[in-house]
């Protein structure tokens, strides 16, 4: 009944009705835990007990920053390591009531929410700030199914820019990303 997946274990494939009911009931949890709050607010990605989502009113943003159960996570977030972004729209919020939200966790959030090349050069800026090590990332990424998403970045970080170039638009060129790093004062 049981597979190994991710950091964890999951159901067999022959159980896949199970699991998507099990999946639908826990995100009517979290929606009816959120929406009491925040009205406007959608999941974007949950398991049992963790949950990330957006809101669409600066009213429901007001109120989730009240409540002491959800951090801002994503692109607003990156301000707490003194990299700011302009955010077009309400940022992203995070509830883990019993775990620390962390750099690495902040950049599987952003690249959950889009990963478009924008985010993924963001994303790295804070990889190399917080000097976030491999390993931690691709860990957390796990739960979220990023891993290769995450592992190219790394490459890309390392200099290996031959194995990243396969056409894939979240990656972004090695001089626009340089121009970045230099206009942020990431070394």
Same mark, same amino acid.
């Given at each position: 009944?049981?597979?190994?997946? &991710?950091?964890?274990?999951?159901?067999?494939?022959?159980?896949?009705?199970?699991?998507?009911?099990?999946?639908?009931?826990?995100?009517?949890?979290?929606?009816?835990?959120?929406?009491?709050?925040?009205?406007? /607010?959608?999941?974007?990605?949950?398991?049992?007990?963790? /949950?990330?989502?957006? !809101?669409?009113?600066?009213?429901?943003?007001?109120?989730?920053?009240? @409540?002491?159960?959800?951090?801002?996570?994503?692109? @607003?977030?990156?301000?707490?390591?003194?990299?700011?972004?302009?955010?077009?729209?309400?940022?992203?919020?995070?509830? @883990?009531?019993?775990?620390?939200?962390?750099? @690495?966790?902040? !950049?599987?959030?952003?690249? !959950?929410?889009?990963?478009?090349?924008?985010?993924?050069?963001?994303? %790295?800026?804070? #990889?190399?700030?917080?000097?976030?090590?491999?390993?931690?990332? #691709?860990?957390?990424? %796990?739960?979220? &199914?990023?891993?290769?998403? #995450?592992?190219? %970045?790394?490459?890309?970080?390392?200099?290996?820019?031959?194995?990243?170039?396969?056409?894939?638009?979240?990656?972004?060129?090695?001089?626009?990303?340089?121009?970045?790093?230099?206009?942020?004062? !990431? /070394?």
């Amino acid at each position: 009944m049981l597979a190994p997946s &991710g950091p964890e274990y999951a159901l067999t494939d022959d159980l896949q009705p199970l699991r998507d009911f099990a999946q639908a009931v826990v995100t009517h949890e979290h929606r009816t835990r959120v929406r009491t709050i925040a009205p406007s /607010a959608t999941i974007e990605w949950c398991d049992p007990t963790r /949950a990330l989502v957006r !809101v669409q009113t600066a009213d429901d943003t007001d109120a989730l920053q009240r @409540a002491p159960e959800w951090d801002m996570t994503g692109l @607003a977030a990156f301000h707490t390591y003194d990299l700011q972004f302009f955010l077009a729209g309400e940022p992203a919020f995070w509830y @883990a009531p019993d775990d620390q939200l962390t750099p @690495a966790d902040i !950049v599987c959030h952003t690249l !959950v929410l889009e990963a478009g090349s924008r985010r993924v050069s963001y994303a %790295m800026l804070l #990889i190399e700030q917080e000097q976030i090590s491999e390993a931690e990332l #691709i860990e957390t990424a %796990m739960w979220y &199914g990023i891993e290769e998403e #995450i592992e190219r %970045m790394y490459r890309f970080i390392k200099g290996n820019f031959d194995a990243t170039d396969d056409g894939e638009p979240s990656i972004p060129n090695s001089r626009e990303y340089a121009a970045l790093k230099d206009q942020y004062g !990431v /070394a």
